[in-house]
């Protein structure tokens, strides 16, 4: 019977990429949309092409749909450098890029460290600045995209597949991701659109276009913002949304055997749908909640297992630099470890990628640099600390040699070889960051959305956006994770490219920046601003 409705689809496919290709003409082609055209057309000739090729059913429907497309985006970004068993482009591109910024900006994410903190406190707001949301909240919507499944599955994934070692390189990808996140968020608050009703327009697709254009290089500059754009959209439709509510469907299933995924995909669906459709406000009003409170909740369970295993911590902490290079039962040996160290990082802290520059866009604040400062903090949280917490849990507990489990199920196991009770609430917890990412990374799409098809189209997006959250409960974790790495990853090319162009503008505007507040200039003129006077 199975055979027999798939023999019946591959007749009727014709018929229906006719219809597609009606709709592309009329909605895309007629209004000049030829840049998604391109995509939407090569998209659908491999999908088709493959369906045709194949004389089974595939095990899995939704697996078949995303499958062409990984193969593809594979080929484009993940091609070696040095050889078959070389670096991967994307991820070499990533690790240099942050190298290089982090010494063209004079190691800003140490000596600026301080100041960062003292902004997320409030010391320097100004009330009367543009903006929607405040600088704890821009930090927190920008975290609660990032501290999530990726701290959690995300670190069990590396030491899976790279060994302990991984976490190495993780963690020095982070330090240096410090400083790639700086300068695309100080372009994301510089270059930003504010109109009339306070709304603002942010990210890599704003500042790739005004940026390039004033030095000359417009057509290039709006390249590279469309093909941003367009790994945004499917970035936060993939990685950020359908990886998110997958691994938190495995927590609950591990919780409550048996409970069905399409009704929990209905359940993540429907409440990411109530925060969603209220905007950036809601999400920030929401992050700056949740993001301390999962937090605090997960750092207490894996402080309580190092308490108990005290004595053993310095010896894995001991085995994660001497697998970093010397490490065992690895493929690829050391430049394998690196890559899954490198690769996760990027993934966990997503720094380079562009998406905490939209967050913080909408920062209320005159300062693009304040804020750039303000988002060094995002890779120390989320990668030195939250992931190297994870890492030491399930090193401590051994679980990592069991090459049967990976994800969240991996850590799960490794606190509840301590902690008998603690996987419910790890479940509750992945849960919960994968909601926060949920809600964040939409507000990503939506940007990209909005540059692409204009905001009064925005809906649309959104309603894809939350019927991907319950799809994502429905398909398999590797094709996830292949699908949501591509995509995420991609997004850092257009936007590092015109990073590297762009930065003397930074380097030029952070020295007259360090200068006014080494003067005391800059807090006395916040200090002056009369906040009674602000309508809150």
């Known amino acids: 019977m199975k055979n027999q409705e798939y023999i019946k689809v591959k007749a009727e496919l014709p018929q229906a990429l006719l219809g597609v290709l009606r709709w592309l003409k009329t909605e895309l082609i007629g209004k000049r949309r030829w840049y998604l055209s391109v995509l939407i057309l090569l998209m659908i000739a491999v999908s088709a092409t493959e369906v045709l090729a194949q004389e089974e059913p595939p095990p899995n ?38 190298i290089f910024f982090t010494f063209r900006m004079g190691f800003i994410s140490i000596r600026g460290f301080k100041h960062a903190v003292q902004v997320v ?16 909240q821009a ?27 991984a976490m190495f390189w993780l963690t020095l990808a982070g330090l240096f991701g410090m400083t790639s996140k700086f300068v695309e968020c100080t372009l994301g608050v510089k270059y930003r659109r504010v109109l009339e009703d306070g709304t603002v327009l942010g990210g890599p697709a704003y500042y790739l276009t005004s940026g390039l254009s004033r030095m000359g290089l417009r057509p290039l ?21 359908m990886f998110q509510s997958n691994q938190a469907y495995a927590a609950i299933a591990n919780l409550i055997p048996g409970f069905p995924n399409w009704l929990f995909g209905l359940i993540i669906a ?66 394998g470890v690196m890559v899954q160290g490198i690769r996760r990082s990027t993934f966990s802290n997503e720094a380079g990628v562009g998406s905490a520059a939209t967050a913080h866009a909408a920062a209320r604040t005159d300062e693009p640099i304040r804020e750039g400062i303000v988002a060094v903090l995002e890779p120390f949280i989320d990668t030195v600390v939250i992931c ?31 902690i008998g009770w603690f996987p419910i609430v790890l479940s509750i917890a992945v849960c919960l960051f994968a909601f926060s990412t949920i809600i964040s990374w939409s507000y990503y799409g939506i940007q990209a959305w909005g540059y692409l098809f204009g905001t009064q189209s925005v809906i649309v997006f959104k309603c894809i956006y939350i019927t991907c959250t319950f799809l994502g409960c429905l398909a398999s974790l590797p094709l996830i994770i292949d699908f949501s790495d591509l995509l995420l990853l991609g997004m850092s090319f257009p936007n590092l490219l015109g990073c590297y162009f762009l930065s003397n503008e930074v380097a030029a505007d952070l020295k007259d920046y360090w200068q006014r507040l080494a003067s005391g200039q800059m807090l006395a003129e916040v200090q002056a601003v009369p906040v009674s006077t602000v309508d809150e």
Request: charged content about 10%; glycine content about 14%.
């Open 61 to 98: 429907a939704v697996d078949a749909i995303f499958q062409p497309i990984v193969n593809l985006l594979a080929t484009v970004f993940f091609f070696p450098i040095g050889g078959e068993n070389g670096f991967p482009f994307i991820v070499l591109w990533l690790f240099v890029a942050a």
């Open 121 to 136: 406190q409030g010391k320097f707001d100004d009330p009367h600045d543009d903006g929607e949301v405040s600088h704890f």
């Open 139 to 165: 930090l927190a919507t920008a975290l609660s995209g990032t501290v999530g499944l990726g701290n959690i599955a995300g670190v069990a994934v590396a030491i899976s597949l790279g060994g302990p070692g």
């Open 221 to 241: 500059g709006q390249g590279l913002s469309v093909l941003f754009a367009i790994l945004c959209l499917g970035g936060s439709i993939g990685g950020a949304n």
């Open 270 to 335: 429907g409440l990411a749908a109530t925060v969603i459709i209220g905007g950036i406000k809601r999400i920030g009003a929401v992050a700056e909640k949740m993001v301390p409170a999962m937090a605090l909740i997960y750092a207490v369970g894996c402080f309580i297992v190092f308490a108990l295993n005290i004595t053993e911590v310095p010896g894995a902490i001991a085995t994660i630099f001497r697998e970093a290079f010397a490490p065992t039962a690895v493929a690829g040996g050391v430049v």
């Open 388 to 418: 190297n917490m994870t890492a030491i849990v399930i090193i401590l507990t051994g679980v990592y040699q069991n090459t049967e489990r990976t994800g969240v199920d991996l850590t799960a196991d490794a606190f509840g070889t301590v």
